[in-house]
């Protein structure tokens, strides 16, 4: 299998072009370095080649590398394994960099330019600022930049060494530390690329042909170079340094091991010669690979999260793409779930019980569509397109042609039943009814329903825009086609789905919830709302527990306080939290929404800090527990209901269990999710650790059946089920 090939002509143009067989994207492998290694060899080599120009067959230059194979180097070499190979592709890129000129007097190369047609990221962007020369086509919908940082790892194939020493540090920082993307233009203003064209390979190919020796020397390959913003011992340097550590530790509390990493390659390689650099880089990515937390970051937000994406899951039926859906309820989840649809190219009925709620809900697009022209992300043509696509009715008789159906009306039984009687009538006996509920059973539901194999959950994440997760809820009858026509969906609007089967609270939910509920214990039991709130955030958690609270609303909390001490009766477990919950809502104390819940708010509803008047109600214990005692409260509340949703068989794939505690609630996404956290910890030490809290703190702790023998066994989640299998 060929992935770059190369062509010279006439003129002495010598274009290698990247194009991997059998992807839409091209990735980097271990051949593919070959490859291009051997092709720079030989265009150096050839005196009839005056220039090289690198560039791509597929509309986009390039997606990375090819984290598959530096988990299989991983596992098959370790540490020395991927020192080589990262060492074998910076010596490859030094190569085009230096592209054969005299190591004394810097002449006698030959110019070598990139050509990117469209998206660049990763090595995509990497392999291009070795070269002398980057030309990028006029491509709005392009992306550049180096994301690495967003699943674990950071820029190791030259990247950060090359990025800092071309723009300094401070400059550098959004780029590296938060994988920050810019279309082409925007890439060429921050000074990454240097030309945006029409036709970037004609525009290479000129520029090769009447380069200068001058041209193509690195700034740090000529004498007297200094490095922009100033080195960490001269004083400008030396204060965007202590300030990036702060930062940094600031941002990631000190639990992403990819941050410190990269600062510390940024930091220890600008004091030594370049090349020295390279290999300080590749050292700290080495480093960083052969951390647990980035091997499980790297399956769960990567490998994993693709191939849910792909369909992993998928029963084996037809093609189930949606043409035409229609949306019964307008309010704030109806409004979100028709904007994406929509904006994905989809027919959109969206129907509510009066014409000016439905007219709302389609504002809600409107008002999206209006920001993204403000920030030049949406033309005046593709909000015409999208609003184009939303009918907002009364009337149910529109629903006539639609292939799916997405109730998102109020949160009660008998509101549901009533309207999926009425869209029943009105939609093709073939058609998918998905209801949209955070908490409600679907085989209950279901029963409103003449076809119950053709009924299913589809749980949307708030705002439904920019949540990626998407819970998809089989009930009892719900048949494959149902469960086919509901990824095939998600995957249209370009989110990333899980399938659960049927129980309270489905998956997120019902770990979530606890998590909530042990912040709010802990307040009760005088334990500082300080330590608690900090203690998650220090675990990597997004927001402490009493802020989440704020967040969704405190009187939804009480709402489903109510209707699940209903449904459980005597073995409802969480009074104690209701005396907290409940006394909020008695005070008007809503959360966010209200401009006052566990934290204060100001006017404009920014936060202000923890509510002075918690300590009256709730007052501070004289002894406090230890950190790490709050912290295990915390996430095990948490971790082990997603190892009884496992052991239920409400989750039938740790994967599925792992992205979705990422994506949904924000689960600290450095250890990979709840499974690949356990698995890190080890069965043994959780088991034990449940013992000790369920001793101390209730039931709610002991250890599940199947972590117990897992311990026994010394197993792990990841080894016992397996990338490709699934839970018994």
């Not at 006439?10 to 072009?17: E, M, P, R, Y």
Request: charged content about 25%; proline content about 5%.
């Amino acid at each position: 299998m060929t992935e770059f090939t190369m062509n010279k002509d006439a003129d002495g143009v010598a274009t290698i072009t990247w194009d991997v067989p059998g992807k839409s994207m091209n990735v980097l492998s271990e051949a593919g370095i070959r490859e291009l290694d051997g092709h720079i060899d030989d265009a150096l080599a050839d005196d009839a080649v005056k220039g090289i120009v690198i560039t791509s067959g597929k509309p986009d230059f390039a997606a990375g590398m090819d984290l598959n194979v530096l988990g299989s180097m991983k596992e098959a070499g370790g540490a020395q394994a991927i020192f080589d190979l990262v060492m074998q592709l910076h010596g490859m890129l030094r190569k085009i960099e230096r592209a054969g000129m005299d190591p004394k007097t810097n002449k006698g190369g030959k110019p070598i330019a990139a050509a990117l047609p469209g998206t660049a990221l990763g090595i995509g962007l990497e392999l291009p600022l070795a070269t002398h020369r980057i030309f990028a086509a006029d491509n709005p919908k392009a992306k550049i930049g180096l994301p690495e940082i967003m699943v674990g790892i950071f820029p190791g194939a030259g990247g950060t060494t090359r990025l800092v020493r071309k723009m300094g540090a401070m400059v550098a920082a959004p780029l590296l530390l938060e994988g920050k993307l810019n279309d082409p233009k925007k890439a060429k203003s921050a000074g990454i690329i240097d030309e945006v064209v029409d036709d970037p390979v004609s525009a290479a190919r000129d520029w090769v042909l009447n380069a200068s020796d001058a041209d193509i020397v690195k700034p740090w390959d000529q004498k007297g170079y200094k490095m922009p913003g100033g080195e960490p011992f001269h004083p400008a340097g030396f204060m965007t340094f202590v300030g990036a550590n702060a930062m940094v530790h600031g941002k990631t509390m000190g639990v992403y091991p990819a941050a410190k990493a990269l600062l510390s390659a940024v930091y220890e390689g600008a004091q030594v010669p370049f090349d020295t650099a390279l290999k300080i880089e590749a050292r700290w990515f080495t480093n960083v690979l052969m951390n647990p937390s980035s091997g499980a970051m790297i399956r769960s937000l990567f490998i994993n999260k693709e191939a849910l994406e792909k369909g992993a899951n998928r029963p084996d039926v037809p093609d189930e793409k949606v043409k035409k859906v229609g949306i019964l309820g307008a309010g704030m989840m109806g409004a979100g779930i028709a904007y994406v649809s929509a904006n994905a190219g989809i027919e959109v009925v969206l129907i509510d019980a009066k014409q000016d709620s439905a007219d709302k809900g389609k504002a809600y697009s409107e008002g999206i569509l209006d920001k993204g022209i403000s920030r030049k992300k949406v033309t005046e043509e593709k909000r015409a397109e999208v609003l184009g696509r939303i009918t907002a009715t009364t009337d149910y008789a529109a629903l006539e042609g639609c292939d799916l159906i997405v109730e998102a009306v109020f949160e009660d039984p008998g509101v549901k039943a009533e309207v999926t009687k009425l869209a029943e009538a009105k939609i093709p006996d073939t058609a998918i009814f998905a209801t949209n509920t955070s908490t409600l059973p679907i085989t209950e539901l279901a029963k409103a329903s003449s076809r119950p194999e053709q009924f299913i959950g589809i749980h949307f994440f708030s705002p439904v825009d920019k949540m990626m997760l998407v819970e998809i809820i089989k009930g009892k009858e719900t048949g494959d086609r149902a469960v086919a026509k509901a990824l095939d969906f998600v995957r249209q609007i370009r989110k990333t789905p899980i399938v659960v089967n049927d129980a309270r609270f489905f998956y997120a939910n019902r770990c979530i919830i606890p998590y909530l509920n042990e912040g709010m214990r802990m307040l009760a039991e005088g334990v500082n709302p300080t330590l608690i709130e900090n203690a998650a955030k220090m675990m990597g958690m997004p927001l402490g527990p009493l802020q989440l609270v704020d967040e969704t609303s405190i009187d939804l909390g009480v709402k489903i306080a109510k209707a699940t001490k209903a449904a459980m009766g005597d073995a409802y477990p969480d009074g104690a939290v209701d005396e907290v919950l409940f006394w909020m809502a008695d005070q008007g104390r809503m959360g966010r929404k209200s401009k006052s819940g566990f934290y204060a708010y100001d006017e404009k509803g920014k936060r202000q800090g923890l509510w002075d008047g918690l300590d009256a109600q709730f007052p501070e214990a004289d002894d406090q527990p230890e950190l790490t005692e709050v912290q295990h409260r915390l996430m095990f509340a948490q971790v082990l209901e997603a190892v009884r949703a496992l052991e239920e068989g409400v989750l039938e794939d740790i994967r599925e269990g792992d992205v979705g505690a990422i994506l949904g609630w924000g689960f600290a996404p450095w250890s990979g999710g709840p499974f690949s956290w356990l698995d890190m910890m080890g069965a043994a030490r959780a088991v034990e650790i449940c013992d000790q809290l369920s001793a101390e703190h209730g039931a709610r702790f002991t250890a599940p059946d199947l972590l117990r023998e897992m311990a026994e066994k010394d197993q792990s989640f990841y080894g016992r089920f397996g990338s490709q299998k699934k839970a018994a």
